[in-house]
């Protein structure tokens, strides 16, 4: 029996050394990966400043910016919002009792392609001035547990449901105090002798 032979005399050597291998492809998923720093110079064409450059730091920076328009507009929805809730009531501060502070927190919200969403003002309480066993008893956050969402979506899959997504407007609102705790009335809505008798608890409250 003959064992056929290969003719490899049309073919050349290779030595390892001149062997050229072919780099893997980039593999990438989602959006396009820009690298570290170059987030803005990707989005200049949507806006020439950042978020952090727009959003100002205190409330006479904000009244006094490019786009003190768009604050007070946020300012007011934010104060509307906690009127809706009914967060607070107008009181006078008993003798005995130390107000906590508030200030106005300025956010820029972005839209998934980068451009400007909303200006979003944020009423926060200075919790750091709250005096343990007064103010407060003990200190939690009201978020979700990371187990239970994971349970729904099994419970979805196991019975063929249909899920939804929704969005709680002023969600950390929906807390109420058992503590009498005031707070300082915030800076362009201020009234003379007057503090808020806080009724539910707002963003940094402990």
């Known amino acids: 029996m003959t064992v056929p032979t290969l003719d490899t005399s049309q073919y050349q050597e290779v030595t390892p050394a001149d062997e050229h291998i072919p780099a893997p492809p980039t593999i990438r998923f989602g959006c396009p990966v820009h690298p570290p720093g170059a987030y803005w110079q990707a989005t200049a064409h949507i806006t020439q400043e950042s ?6 730091s205190s409330y006479t920076a904000a009244i006094n910016s490019p786009h003190s328009e768009q604050w007070i507009q946020a300012m007011a929805d934010e104060m509307q919002s906690m009127q809706d809730q009914k967060v607070w009531k107008i009181a006078n501060l008993p003798a005995n009792r130390k107000p ?7 956010k820029v919200k972005l839209d998934s392609s980068g451009q400007i969403d909303r200006f979003k003002a944020c009423l926060v309480a200075q919790g750091f001035s709250q005096q343990p066993g007064i103010d407060f008893e003990e200190v939690f956050a009201p978020v979700v547990r990371y187990g239970s969402p994971s349970l729904i979506l099994v419970l979805v899959v196991y019975n063929y449901w249909v899920t939804e997504q929704l969005d709680i407007q002023a969600a950390f609102l929906y807390g109420f105090l058992d503590e009498e705790i005031y707070m300082q009335l915030l800076q362009g809505y201020q009234n003379e002798g007057k503090y808020c008798r806080l009724l539910k608890s707002i963003y940094r409250l402990k």
């Open 100 to 106: 906590v502070g508030s200030c106005w927190v300025y």
């Open 51 to 56: 978020p952090s450059q727009l959003e100002p």
